[in-house]
């Protein structure tokens, strides 16, 4: 814990497609504060921050949109066909995401930090790291993933394996690897291991088990759990029910969502009667999935989990929150706004990081509620 006192910062990495955004999940599904470095890029050029003019004096305005953002895909076309280009981008950002990353470390609550970073060793993010982990897993694997979630053929996955430096000099750097085959119980397994093997403490506590409940609740009233693992097979068949199959889950479905997103489940007298499927990205949380009982008090309902999702996000840093919801729910707007949202649309919103979000889990079936959690924005000063 030689660079942050009273902390212990995981440098995580890894090739494409071998998993390290799962593994990130899980360890602050295990009560890790948790950063994607890669997310933070994007930040350090978004319009008003101070990569931003440098980025247009390097390469040129005509990066820039008609929303004044510089355009992403039109940068990213240039560097990742110019290896002089990418190593004069990497000269900008990458002093600017280790500040970021310093900034949330030095603010973070939480005892263990994880850095995600594709490029973690070579660049300046390695120094601050306590502990290097590498998710691992064989290129048939890699290729396959590729070709499935994004749709490249294999000439193409294999392409973009390649690009990057060669993951065995990964593995060979690193103080734990975990190996990523498919099976999220297993890596899950390798994690929770890992996890004991550096957290004081924690290897006499069974992760799995380990659930934070707030509050402790009376007869009658409504407490709230960190769904794990283990509730998979209960998280699957409630969805199912109370979708009435519109949502037809199964527990591996659910266990694979844990490499994306929490559950907070909702109780009333010890029997779960709603729950929220949620995640916290690039300092935004985003809450996609509601699902409630139609016998319960939907207003007191949801103004208990949305408290919880809140607080935690908070604890994570969270500059505001995103809740993507149904029309039906949509119409409780009293309660809404008593509890500080207001409908919006992405491009309303602002900040550029909010409107990625938005947009990325917005669809035609579901509404836009919108929050600001803290007026001190995080990241301003990068």
């Known amino acids: ?169 990964k593995v060979a750097l690193a103080n734990i690897v975990l190996t990523n085959t498919g099976s999220y119980d297993t890596l899950w397994k390798q994690v929770s291991e890992a996890w004991k093997e550096i957290v004081p403490g924690a290897s006499n506590v069974d992760t799995e088990a380990t659930v934070k409940v707030s509050p402790a609740a009376p007869t009658g009233e409504f407490s709230v759990q960190r769904g794990r693992p283990k509730h998979s097979s209960m998280i699957a068949e409630f969805i199912t029910r109370v979708s009435k199959g519109k949502r037809k889950m199964t527990a591996d479905d659910v266990m694979a969502d844990f490499g994306d997103k929490a559950y907070m489940l909702l109780h009333l007298d010890g029997k779960m009667v709603g729950l929220a499927g949620w995640q916290v990205e690039n300092l935004v949380a985003r809450t996609s999935d509601i699902f409630l009982e139609e016998h319960v008090n939907p207003t007191k309902a949801l103004e208990t989990l949305i408290a919880e999702v809140e607080r935690v996000s908070s604890e994570l840093q969270s500059e505001a929150s995103l809740v993507f919801i149904t029309n039906e729910l949509a119409a409780q707007e009293t309660m809404w706004k008593q509890l500080g949202y207001e409908r919006r649309t992405p491009e309303t919103l602002g900040v550029q990081a909010w409107q990625d979000a938005a947009t990325e889990s917005l669809n035609t079936e579901y509404v836009l509620l919108f929050k600001q959690l803290r007026q001190d924005r995080v990241l301003r000063p990068i």
Request: glycine letters at 8%.
């Open 1 to 169: 814990m030689s660079n942050w006192p009273g902390k212990f910062v995981i440098g995580l990495t890894g090739n494409i497609a071998t998993g390290k955004s799962v593994v990130r999940r899980m360890l602050e599904h295990l009560g890790a504060y948790t950063i994607d470095a890669d997310a933070l890029t994007h930040r350090t050029y978004a319009k008003g921050a101070p990569g931003y003019q440098q980025v247009i004096d390097k390469f040129g305005k005509w990066l820039v949109g008609k929303d004044g953002e510089i355009d992403r895909a039109k940068l990213g076309n240039l560097v990742f066909n110019d290896t002089e280009a990418m190593e004069q981008l990497e000269a900008i950002v990458h002093p600017l995401v280790r500040q970021a990353a310093e900034m949330l470390i030095k603010r973070a609550t939480q005892q263990v930090v994880v850095i995600e970073a594709i490029k973690l060793l070579e660049g300046d993010l390695r120094k601050v790291c306590d502990s290097i982990w590498v998710s691992n897993a064989p290129e048939e694997i890699q290729v396959e993933r590729l070709m499935r979630k994004r749709g490249l053929t294999r000439e193409k996955s294999l392409e973009r394996i390649h690009m990057q430096s060669a993951q065995s000099a």
